[in-house]
């Protein structure tokens, strides 16, 4: 069983985006933003309980613990989902940054450049503590972007991760946005809806789809909250909720 939600033009699925993204128009004027669950620590596939995908009926996706396997064979699935878009970016990091890019390669982008979030702030770990994130961007046609003397180093501040553990500043996600050239945004893996807060800013359709109940009310709340703000729906307009099921 899944949830949809409309808010204006931001159309919100709760499930899995394997399922949701059969019934969701992507075409060549789609962007992908998205912010997938990756191996962070090295998680072996053994380790069920570590989130490694198993099979379609017991699987964990449990914050970013996901098996280095698990991680490439849900990538491919849902990016054939989504090939008819043009631009897709896809944040990682250094230890999945491979594994990601052959995705998108697979999926038939060509990977167009390595952009990086330097968050303005160190993190945990030695031996050097990291304070960077990276997102690889993939485009079909000949990359022609709107601002096309953008430098590919974002220096945008952590957010602190109030709504989500990997949460993302609205700010970062907007610069991307901003420069993008599709008509309509389209996020499956997403959280606590920052991309689609940044859409609504940008006046951008947006599709997001959030596996994880909590999550996804959040989401749903900060939307409607951009919307009252008068970026995309006026105060009057109600939010329409559905329900559908999969055969």
């Known amino acids: ?12 699925w ?27 620590g090295g998680f072996q596939e053994a380790g069920k309980g570590a989130g490694s ?7 964990v996706i449990a914050l970013d613990n996901l098996s280095t396997r698990g991680y490439q064979r849900l990538m491919r699935e849902v990016l054939r989902h989504l090939n008819l878009a043009d631009e897709c970016y896809i944040f990682t990091d250094w230890r999945m940054w491979v594994y990601t890019a052959d995705a998108l390669e697979d999926g038939g982008w060509r990977v167009r450049n390595m952009l990086v979030w330097d968050k303005q702030q160190m993190g945990m770990g030695l031996p050097w503590r990291n304070q960077h994130e990276l997102c690889a961007f993939g485009k079909r046609t000949p990359a022609q ?3 096309g003397k953008a430098g590919n180093v974002l220096a945008v ?3 602190g991760n109030k709504n989500h553990p990997t949460e993302k500043p609205t700010a970062l996600i907007e610069r991307i946005v901003a420069n993008s050239n599709g008509l309509q945004v389209v996020d499956p893996f997403m959280g606590s809806g920052t991309t689609g ?5 940008r006046g951008v359709p947006f599709v997001g789809i959030e596996m ?13 909250n951009a919307h009252a703000q008068g970026s995309l ?10 329900q559908a099921g999969f055969l």
């Open 1 to 12: 069983m899944t949830e949809k939600v409309t808010i204006g033009n931001a159309e919100l």
């Open 14 to 40: 709760h499930g899995d985006c394997r399922e949701v993204l059969l019934d969701v128009s992507v075409t060549q004027q789609t962007t992908i933003i998205t912010d997938p669950p990756y191996s962070s």
């Open 53 to 59: 995908i198993g099979t379609r009926t017991d699987e």
């Open 145 to 147: 972007m709107r601002d």
């Open 157 to 159: 501040p952590r957010s």
């Open 197 to 201: 807060v940044a859409c609504c800013a």
């Open 212 to 224: 994880d109940r909590r999550h996804f009310d959040i989401a749903c709340e900060r939307i409607s």
């Open 233 to 242: 729906l006026s105060h009057d307009e109600p939010m329409q909720v559905a």
